[in-house]
């Protein structure tokens, strides 16, 4: 989403040049990522729809941030970009590459979207590993096995995003071993994943706060 706050961003000199440089990215590869869709126009349950908010791709820029905040190999970590839209930001995981790239969205519309920007992406070299897009409310999603990067631009409300850090803990109870990262952008509800005692705030910086589930157990 993108609150208040992050749409007056988007009128500073830094914020022009990255819209430039996204608008850039579409026309290199045909894609579709970076024309903006209200709410209203989109496949939302009403239940859904208030917990929800307007598609706005994510910067190019803010991955790079992330993963270098994170001071990760991201060919060590699957990447799961929760509330991927149009799937710009999956297709550049796919491109450093990741080990695997995955988007979940519930909007059927921009799912759609995102696997016609893949398939495009994909056909003119741009990916290293094959784009991944899963359907369907995020609370619901089960993460896949292995080291995770969690990617969310604040796509959503506090009530699915609990369900999301449930399905990551229980991720982190199967195989306490392995590392789970959050990296939240515009992180309006941060507080409600610092509150959790199986997740600690690593680091922030530049409108983005890099969580670690830390779930223990007692052998």
Same mark, same amino acid.
């Given at each position: @989403?993108?609150?208040?706050?992050?749409?007056?961003?988007?009128?500073?000199?830094?914020?022009?040049?990255?819209?430039?440089?996204?608008?850039?990215?579409?026309? %290199?590869?045909?894609? #579709?990522?970076?024309?903006?869709?209200? @709410?209203?126009?989109?496949?939302?349950?009403?239940?859904?729809?208030?917990?929800? *908010?307007?598609?706005?791709?994510?910067?190019?820029?803010?991955? #790079?941030? =992330?993963?270098?905040?994170?001071?990760?190999?991201?060919?060590?970590?699957?990447?799961?970009?929760?509330?991927?839209?149009?799937?710009?930001? +999956?297709?550049?995981?796919?491109?450093?590459?990741? =080990?695997?790239?995955?988007? +979940?969205?519930?909007? =059927? &519309? &921009?799912? #759609?979207?995102?696997? =016609?920007?893949?398939?495009?992406?994909?056909?003119?070299?741009?990916?290293?590993? &094959?784009?991944?897009?899963?359907?369907?409310?995020?609370?619901?999603?089960?993460?896949?096995?292995?080291?995770?990067?969690?990617?969310?631009? /604040?796509?959503?409300?506090?009530?699915?995003?609990?369900?999301?850090?449930?399905?990551?803990?229980?991720?982190?109870?199967?195989?306490?071993?392995?590392?789970?990262?959050?990296?939240?952008? /515009?992180? %309006?509800?941060?507080?409600?994943?610092?509150?959790?005692?199986?997740?600690?705030?690593?680091?922030?910086?530049? #409108?983005?706060?890099? *969580?670690?589930?830390? +779930?223990? *157990?007692?052998?």
């Amino acid at each position: @989403m993108k609150t208040g706050l992050a749409l007056m961003k988007r009128v500073t000199p830094a914020a022009r040049a990255a819209t430039r440089a996204d608008q850039a990215f579409d026309r %290199q590869w045909g894609t #579709d990522t970076s024309r903006q869709i209200g @709410m209203n126009a989109l496949d939302f349950p009403v239940t859904l729809k208030n917990d929800s *908010f307007h598609y706005q791709a994510s910067g190019a820029h803010v991955l #790079d941030e =992330a993963v270098a905040l994170a001071g990760i190999d991201p060919a060590d970590y699957a990447f799961i970009d929760y509330g991927c839209g149009k799937g710009r930001v +999956v297709l550049l995981a796919a491109a450093k590459p990741f =080990a695997r790239a995955i988007g +979940v969205e519930y909007s =059927a &519309l &921009l799912t #759609d979207i995102a696997e =016609a920007n893949s398939t495009i992406f994909v056909q003119r070299g741009g990916a290293k590993v &094959l784009p991944e897009f899963w359907q369907g409310n995020a609370a619901d999603y089960a993460p896949p096995a292995g080291a995770l990067f969690c990617y969310l631009y /604040n796509s959503f409300g506090a009530a699915i995003l609990r369900g999301c850090l449930d399905r990551l803990e229980a991720a982190k109870a199967q195989d306490p071993s392995r590392p789970i990262l959050l990296a939240y952008i /515009n992180p %309006q509800f941060g507080d409600a994943v610092s509150a959790r005692p199986t997740w600690r705030e690593r680091t922030a910086a530049n #409108d983005i706060c890099l *969580f670690e589930c830390v +779930v223990r *157990f007692d052998p």
